[in-house]
Each structure stands twice: as C-alpha cells, then as structure tokens.
C-alpha cells in the first residue's frame, strides 16, 4: 500500500500545471460529497427506530397474534383489542417506560381503556397517513412530508391540553439487539393520557344518562348527541337573538352618546360569540361530543369567534366614522364646503379600507389556526380554495364594483356632495357604497347606479374644481322683438338675486343666436356661483324674461313672443 501511495502522489507531481491547478477542487468536490452521502446515510440509518434496553418488562408476555409490525396494524391492533375489553393484551401496543415496573399491568391496562375512550371521542384517526409497512414509508406526492421517506414516528392526532396541543403518536421501538422492532404508542403519549381522560372523557352528567341513550347510532355518534345537538343550536341561537335585542333596548335607552356608541357597535358581535361560547362549552364541558363532531365544530366556532372579532372593528370604526363625517348632502353641495365634500370621500375611503383589512385579516387568522396536521384542516383548506375560486368567478363583477368604488375614493371623480349629470338626470352624490353609487335626484328620489357602470359612463360633474359656470337661457322672439329693452330687464332681473349665487357679473351677456322664418333666437347667459341654487334662478329669470315681453307687447304694442299656432298667418 505505501508503494502504491508513493506512485500516485508521482504521477500527481508530474500532471500539467492546468490539470494541477484543477486537482484540489475536485478532491475537494469529492470529499464533500463522501461527506454528504455519509451523512445521509447515517442519518437515515438513525431515523429507522428508537433503541431501548427492553420494553414493557412489567408486562406479561404478549400474545402471539399481536401484529404490532406497521404503523396501521398497531392502531388497528388496539382498537380491536379495546373495542372487545382486551385492555391488558392492548397494554402491549404502548411504551410503559415511564410506569414503574411492578405497576405495568395493571395501569397499562387502565391506560389502555382510558386511550380507547380518547380514541372513540376525540380522535380522528389519519389512516391515509398511516402506512401498512414496517419502516413507516408512505408513498405519495414529494411535496408532502410525511411521504417518500422512512419514519420512526407517526402523528396521530393533536389535543388542546394545559393552553397547548399535545400529540398523540405511534413510534417504532426497538427492544434491545435481537428483538424486531415494533410500533406503540410513545411513552410521551402515554404519560398524557390521563389528563386528557380527564378532560375528555366522560362528564358528570353524560355518567347518569340512561344506558340506551349511550349507545352509538350512526356515524360513530352516540345517541345522545343525535338529541342534544339540535336542542343546543336551538337554545344557542335563541340566547344570541336574545342578546341582541336586549342590547339593541339598552342603546336606545341609554342617555349617555358614548354608551348608544358601543351598544349599538356590539349588537352583533355579541350575539354571534355568545352564540359560539354556549355551543362550545356545552360540547366541551357539559357533554363532550365525539372527535368528529368537535372536528367539525371547531373550525366553525373559530370563524364565529374571528367575525365576531372583526364585526366589532368594522362597527366600531363605522360608528366613529358616522360621528366624523358630514352626512347631508344638501349642506356638502354648498360650493363653500368644497373640502368638507374631500373630507367625507376619504372618510368613506377609509371605511372601506377598514372593512377590507378586517377581512384579511380574519382569513389569515382563520387559516392560520386551523391545524394543518389534521386530515380534516387540510380537507377544509383545499375546499375553501377551490370554493374560494368558485365564489371569485361567480363574483367577479361584485369585486370589480368594490375595486370601482376604491378607484372612484382615490381619483376624487366623484365626491359625496358633488352635483352632476348622469344620464340627464340632476343628481347629487349622497353616498358611495361598496357596489352600488346612491344619488339624490332633484325630485326627491334616489338612483342607485353600480359603481363600475357608474365609472365606466361619462357624465358632468358640476362640483369639480371651479363651481362657477354660465347657464344659457334661450328663448324664441319674434322678428320685430326689441331685444335691447329685454336686454335691459335681464339686467334687472339679475341685480334682484342674491350677489352671492348669481356672480360675475360680467360674465351675464345676452347675445342673438340666428335668425329663421319663426322668429329670433336670443341667449342670456347667466352667470352662477352655486350649483345648488342655480335651477331655481335660472327658472326665475325664464319667467321674469316672459313675463316682460308679454308686458311689452300690452303696454307698447310692440310684438315681442311668436304668434300661437292659432295666430300663425293672421295679419299683425
């Protein structure tokens, strides 16, 4: 061996300088990879079981039919065995370690039943990740990592205990040099058991129950649950209505602002969690309900609890909202509250804002909480994703309504209070909601438009930037009508307004349009500084205009209006 060593490190002193150069990263490359693949070996070669001198030695011999080779016929194994009252034989498929010796059997057995009571009441078993070979593989996707890989430990389930979840596992035990190894129930299981016995087991009252009505009837449910369940949601929602009106009497009765303020906030919220808290300390204190009803329930009293949450926020904010922002639209179409108009948009702005950072938030917290081990939590993930797809597509015109109506806060198209035409309608903004844009019509009604219809069409916005404008009055004269004397009366008529709606006045002129068979076309333009006035002056003057021509026409004799279709070709 030294000769051999001697002839390659010659042969490596007389290698080209390039190839030299080359040599101590590849050998470098080389040993790190030895490194790794030693690495990895040795890891998995200790990932294959958990070594102990012996296991169980209190126990009596076990029974020559127990299967305890895969993870699946471990747990198939002590469920057969505890569902016929074999406790002591199903002592064997757990790790006693952690149980003096000459107390084994006996609270092995104890420990047993008091597992088989967790199992048929609060577990819900993953058989989907439990595999049915001696080393734990499970095939699968390579994105999942309980799959394509050896396992020495399985995770059952997980239970809330002491303000945390504790696990509930099966582990691959080898029990000295030449025993195979076998799957049992962790020591640190074991050592949990009766704690969570005691917390999920039986109760009090369940214990007095006839016998009949503890007996299963379908889907793994014991008959009082069928009985109890509806009667609970019934009493939880009646409490929850109760609840409501009661703070809904106290808001209205209540004579200090602030305690009307958090009443009427908390209508709601405290309704849905008082519904959430008595279903849920009924089903987990009263009569706890078996492991796939609280599967099911509990991912729901976390929405009810995280709305309530979020519905307090919005409605708090809302209300504070509601106290800061001016709400008569009639006082916000004064051209002098050109910024009380900014002011109450960026509030509705913000309103909206809040609502949608309390319902992102809410989602995360939600999906975050749900236990992502649990087959049930990732079954309720995947279909809120595909129902998540689903109500998208189904609501994607809702959604491009609300991203309307953010658009329409931000670029200030359209303020609350300002006044335009839309569709030859004369109406003022009086509220932009979430889909749909509220506008005070000049009569008195209201036209709900969608938001995004409402930014897609054109229409004037007579509140934007200089409020001042020119309205034309136009009327129709006779050929032979002295225009200078009506000239002179729109004047008059013009110093009678108020100075302050009818303004510059150098901007009021009156000019003749054309000239046809059917007489003169004369514009007097009025000049106007409110858009919320300018309708009833424009009318005034219109008839004050009319009513001078006619004078005229008594009083001089002079022909001032076209003649009526009755008069048409009789001699002047």
Not at 9 to 29: E, K
Not at 97 to 117: I, T
Not at 121 to 137: C, I, T
Not at 314 to 335: C, G, H, K, M, Q
């Amino acid at each position: 061996m030294p000769d051999y060593i001697a002839q390659t490190m010659l042969r490596l002193t007389t290698l080209p300088r390039s190839t030299a150069l080359l040599l101590p990263r590849l050998m470098g490359g080389i040993v790190l990879a030895l490194g790794l693949l030693f690495g990895a070996a040795v890891g998995q070669a200790q990932e294959k079981w958990f070594e102990t001198t012996e296991l169980n030695p209190g126990l009596p011999p076990a029974p020559e039919t127990l299967d305890r080779g895969t993870p699946m016929a471990a747990l198939e194994s002590f469920i057969y065995l505890t569902s016929n009252g074999h406790y002591s034989d199903a002592a064997h498929i757990m790790d006693l370690s952690d149980l003096p010796q000459g107390n084994q059997a006996a609270l092995g057995a104890e420990r047993a039943f008091q597992l088989a009571v967790l199992m048929e009441r609060k577990v819900v078993v993953p058989w989907s990740k439990l595999a049915d070979r001696p080393d734990g593989w499970l095939s699968g996707s390579s994105e999942d990592n309980d799959t394509g890989r050896v396992r020495r430990s399985v995770l059952i389930d997980r239970l809330e205990l002491g303000g945390h979840d504790v696990p509930l596992r099966l582990n691959r035990v080898k029990p000295g040099e030449d025993a195979e190894p076998v799957w049992v129930f962790s020591r640190q299981s074991v050592d949990n058991i009766p704690p969570l016995h005691a917390k999920y087991g039986p109760t009090d009252i369940e214990t007095v129950l006839p016998e009949w009505m503890r007996i299963r009837a379908f889907w793994g449910m014991y008959l009082w649950e069928v009985l109890f369940l509806p009667v609970l949601l019934v009493a939880a929602l009646i409490a929850g209505w109760f609840a409501f009106g009661l703070m809904r009497r106290l808001g209205e009765a209540a004579n200090r602002r602030w305690m009307r303020f958090v009443l009427r906030s908390f209508r709601w919220p405290a309704a849905i969690a008082l519904c959430a808290a008595i279903i849920g300390t009924a089903t987990s204190r009263v009569l706890v309900v078996s492991g796939l009803i609280d599967a099911v329930l509990s991912p729901i009293l976390l929405i009810a609890y995280v709305v309530a949450a979020a519905l307090a926020i919005v409605f708090t904010f809302d209300e504070i909202f509601d106290r800061i922002s001016p709400n008569n639209a009639y006082e916000l179409a004064d051209p002098m509250n050109a910024h009380m108009r900014s002011i109450a948009t960026t509030i509705a702005a913000a309103r909206k804002g809040v609502i949608v950072i309390a319902v992102l938030v809410a989602s995360g917290v939600i999906l975050v909480s749900i236990n992502a081990d649990n087959t049930l939590g990732l079954s309720i993930l995947a279909s809120a994703g595909a129902l998540t797809i689903i109500l998208g597509f189904a609501a994607r015109e809702v959604l491009g309504n609300i991203l309307a109506s953010v658009q329409i806060a931000l670029n200030r198209s359209a303020r609350i209070g300002d006044q335009l035409i839309f569709e030859g309608h004369f109406c003022t903004v009086e509220k932009i909601h979430f889909t749909f844009v509220q506008l005070l019509n000049w009569n008195g009604t209201r036209l709900i438009v969608p938001v995004s219809y409402f930014v897609s069409d054109a229409f004037e916005n007579w509140s934007i930037e200089d409020h001042a404008m020119v309205r034309p009055i136009i009327l129709t004269l006779s050929q032979t009508a002295d225009v200078n004397a009506l000239r002179h009366e729109f004047f008059n008529l013009l110093s009678k307004e108020d100075p302050e709606d009818v303004k510059p006045m150098d901007k009021a002129k009156v000019h003749v349009l054309e000239q046809d068979a059917f007489g003169i076309r004369v514009r007097f333009e009025l000049p106007t500084d409110n858009a919320a006035t300018f309708w009833d002056i424009e009318c005034r003057v219109r008839e004050g205009l009319l009513a001078a021509a006619a004078k005229m026409e008594q009083d001089e004799g002079k022909r001032m209006l076209p003649p009526a279709p009755a008069d048409m070709g009789k001699p002047s």
